[in-house]
């Protein structure tokens, strides 16, 4: 195991099916078997190249205590972990969503869709605003620069398509900020299928 591969062998699966990678820290790798019991996760940890079975509960427990997660949903204690949630734009500001907007139109009704948004590793509810003139109606978190940074690109309703602005948002601040316009000639506006 170094810092650039998982592992150089792949690891015994305990029931013969495919793996599905959960998630990759410095310290553990996740993941679960097609065939395997839905609650039941082999954890791989790096320090000790140990393989031990652990439950979604405890998988879920320590995704709650990292950084760069947000918790979709009502509370941050039942809401569901998003490493790269949707947000739909209302006035200034960002409101999550349950889902991904599939192609919304101009009569798309975001309210069905609404939920909260929680940080994962401190609870605290997740408000963005966006500077005024910026374009877009649905956003998708991308990316972390830091435990504190996120960036979230946008894009607008069908039939007038993307605006994919990039911006980087402050999660404990609130506040975030165009970092390259969706209109800027050397960029291409990514596709988000899930």
């Known amino acids: 195991v170094d810092r650039f591969g998982v592992a150089r062998s792949r690891p015994p699966s305990s029931t013969g099916g495919p793996e599905r990678i959960e998630a990759v820290y410095d310290d553990y790798v996740y993941w679960t078997t097609s065939d395997g019991p839905r609650d039941d996760l082999t954890r791989f940890e790096v320090s000790t190249g140990t393989l031990v079975q652990v439950s979604r509960a405890s998988f879920e427990a320590d995704q709650r205590s990292r950084p760069r997660l947000i918790v979709v949903g009502a509370s941050a204690a039942t809401g569901v972990i998003r490493p790269g949630p949707y947000f739909w734009r209302v006035g200034s500001r960002l409101v999550a969503l349950r889902r991904r907007p599939f192609y919304p139109t101009a009569d798309y009704d975001y309210r069905a869709n609404v939920t909260s948004a929680f940080e994962s590793r401190t609870g605290r ?58 209109s800027d000639a050397t960029y291409k506006v990514p596709v988000f299928d899930s």
């Open 125 to 182: 509810p997740l408000g963005l605003s966006f500077p005024a003139g910026t374009a877009g109606d649905a956003f998708k978190l991308i990316q972390w620069l830091d435990d504190d940074r996120a960036v979230l690109v946008s894009y607008s309703l069908w039939p007038r398509g993307g605006s994919g602005d990039i911006f980087v948002c402050s999660v404990s601040g609130g506040t975030c900020t165009v970092a390259v316009r969706g």
